[in-house]
C-alpha cells in the first residue's frame, strides 16, 4: 500500500486546514488508517484513525472537537479536516495503515510500536503561526 498525503501549510492560529492521503496499491488489504504527527524534538504521536469498514474514528485528547477525520473508500482517500488550530499543532502529518491494526488499537500504541505498523506516507508539514 502507497500512501501519499497533502495539504499542509502555514496557517494562523485559529485557521483551519484539511489534509489528505491517497492510497494506492492493497489498499483492500487494510481497514484501518489513521494520522500521526512528529513535532521538532518530540517522539510521533497519534493523532487520529478510522475504520474504513465501519467508520469508527477514535482522536487523541488534544484534538478532541477541533480534528476530524473521515474517509472516502471510493476514491481510497482519508482526510483530516483541522480546525482552530494552535501553535502546539505544528508538526510533520502522516498517513499510516497497518494490515493488522485496529483503528482503536492505533490509538492506544506506544511510541515504540510505531515501528512495526507497517505503511506511512511520506509526511506533511503543518506549520501553525501565533
Known amino acids: 500500500v502507497n500512501l501519499v498525503e497533502s495539504g499542509g501549510g502555514l496557517v494562523q492560529a485559529g485557521g483551519s486546514l484539511r489534509l489528505s492521503c491517497v492510497a494506492s496499491g492493497r489498499t483492500f488489504s487494510v481497514d484501518a488508517m489513521a494520522w500521526f504527527r512528529q513535532a521538532p524534538g518530540k517522539e510521533r504521536e497519534f493523532v487520529a484513525s478510522i475504520s474504513k469498514s465501519d467508520g469508527s474514528a477514535y482522536y487523541t485528547d488534544s484534538v478532541k472537537g477541533r480534528f476530524t477525520i473521515s474517509s472516502d473508500n471510493a476514491q481510497n482517500t482519508v482526510y483530516l479536516q483541522m480546525n482552530s488550530l494552535k501553535p502546539e499543532d505544528t508538526a510533520v502529518y502522516y498517513c499510516?495503515?497497518?494490515?493488522?491494526?485496529?483503528?482503536?488499537?492505533?490509538?492506544?500504541?506506544?511510541?515504540?510500536?510505531?515501528?512495526?505498523?507497517?505503511?506511512w506516507g511520506q509526511g506533511t508539514q503543518v506549520i501553525v503561526s501565533s
Open positions: 499510516v495503515s497497518d494490515p493488522l491494526t485496529s483503528a482503536q488499537g492505533m490509538g492506544v500504541m506506544t511510541a515504540s510500536g510505531l515501528a512495526h505498523l507497517q505503511y
